[in-house]
Structure formats: structure tokens, C-alpha cells
């Protein structure tokens, strides 16, 4: 049973493939998972002190086809379940884009601030983790 003070809130960003990246090495690339534990935010006290230090999640991973399914939880039951993906660009052949699907599910206190976060941040993870596609080393930068 859902609580009447939880919402979930949904994001899709894409992002496009640098055209000598193949498929089977974006797909790798985002199946790191070490990797991209490593890329993801690093998340500080919000406001208003409901956090007072860095914040501890916990990560699931699922292999998928073409991606992976990320599950993570956080203090004050905060859930986000993201679907990474590679796929082929509708109407362009050969080109591939970076999809991201997230549907996150907390307090409706929270869900502006988490929503936020995600919004803030998603470019500097898809550039980076474009960046791994391209065999570069952005990982110890992270």
C-alpha cells in the first residue's frame, strides 16, 4: 500500500553516440558497473538538515540487452529505478543515442529536491559515460 505522503516522478534523457563508437561497445561501457558506481552523484546534506552528511544508497544491477537496470535506494525511502539504454536512433540508421528512463519514487517533500539532482546532473553522467564508450579514462576524474 502506498502512502498518501509518497509520489514518483519519471525522466527520460538521451544522449547521442559519437558515430566510431559500436554497439557492442556502448553496451559493454554501460554495463560497467564499477565504472558506474564511480560516475554516478555524489550527493551532500539537502536542505533544510534532513541529511547532515554525505548520503549512503545502495545499488542493485541488472544486466539488460541492450543496458542495464539500476535500482537505487537511499535514506528517508527514497527509491529511483533507472533503465539504461542503447538504441538505435529512429529514422537515422546506424546512429545510436544513450537513453536514460528514471522513476523515482519518495516523500512528496523530497521528490522536487531528488528530481532536481537528476535534472541538475545528467549531462556531466552521459558525457562521461560517452566518454568511456570512446575508450577514454574518465573514471579517476570522477
Known sequence: MTSLLNTTAALRHATPIPAGVTLEQAIASVQNHEGFIKLTDRVHALPAGLWDSDVVSTYEFTDLEKGMFVRLRSPLSVMMETVWEVREVEGSPGALELVE?????????LVGVIKGQC????????????????????????
Open 119 to 142: 535534472e541538475g546532473n545528467w549531462k556531466g553522467i552521459h558525457e562521461k559515460m560517452v566518454a568511456l564508450m570512446e575508450g577514454k579514462d574518465v573514471v579517476k576524474d570522477a
Open 101 to 109: 528512463e528514471v522513476n523515482i519514487s519518495c516523500s512528496r517533500l
